[in-house]
């Protein structure tokens, strides 16, 4: 299985910081890579796909790069409504993995 | 709008069974591919199983293969996961995911339900 590896796993930040999410994968996975948003007791929410697209509705201060093994999730400018936890996940290779979450706290 | 509303969730006593309903509306079910992801109580996300738009392709993870069987009816717009033997490592919420419309592509959960929850305990 592919081992999806997500730091930090807890960040504590202010409204209106930029905020950085980091996922290794164990293997190239390519661009094979979705980000979730999950708030509590919600279903998770698709936020970027194929590593860097933007699923439609979704704000443009949310942005994702990276290829292979190495990935990056960015908020630009932290709003209230962003305190959630986060997922990466790969589609490369069955079984689908996710990373452990990096629970996004107010400072 | 896309809605998918699980249902069927419940406690079960371990060795027991339950079936996992999801209902599908406002859009062509029977042209996508459906996932079952769970979450234990305080914990990550896990891929439960996948199945194709016409049933022909079905995936499971390894720690459900054997005990939890998924299927489909495109006529009722319903997905099921028929749970077996269920164990107490089994208790989580579960959801329905669809997946992506992408022609040779599987795997990215664009739509979710609410989720139901499992709970396996005596």
């Known amino acids: 299985d592919i081992q999806m590896t997500q730091s930090p796993s807890s960040l504590s930040a202010s409204v209106g910081d930029r905020v950085t999410i980091t996922c290794q994968a164990s293997q190239d996975i390519s661009n094979y890579l979705n980000w979730y948003q999950q708030k509590s007791g919600k279903a998770p929410k698709l936020l970027i796909y194929?590593?860097?697209n933007l699923e439609i509705g979704v704000p443009s201060r949310f942005s994702g790069s990276g290829f292979g093994t190495d990935f990056t999730f960015t908020i630009s400018s932290l709003q209230p409504e962003d305190f959630a936890t986060y997922y990466c996940q790969q589609y490369d290779n069955l079984p689908y993995t996710f990373g452990q979450g990096t629970k996004l706290e107010i400072k | 709008e896309v809605q998918l509303v699980e249902s069927g969730g419940g406690l079960v006593q371990p060795g027991g069974s339950l079936r996992l309903s999801c209902a599908a509306s406002e859009f062509a079910f029977s042209g996508y591919a459906f996932n079952w992801v769970r979450q234990a109580p305080g914990k990550g996300l896990e891929w439960v199983s996948y199945i194709s738009s016409n049933s022909n392709d079905i995936y499971y993870a390894d720690s459900v293969k054997g005990r939890f069987t998924i299927s489909r009816d495109n006529a009722k717009n319903s997905l099921y996961l028929q749970m077996n033997n269920l164990r107490a490592e089994d208790t989580a919420v579960y959801y329905c995911?669809?997946?992506?419309?992408?022609?040779?592509?599987?795997?990215?959960?664009?739509?979710w339900g609410q989720g139901v929850l499992v709970i396996v305990s005596s």
């Open positions: 995911a669809r997946d992506t419309p992408r022609i040779a592509v599987a795997g990215c959960f664009h739509y």
């Open positions: 194929d590593a860097s």
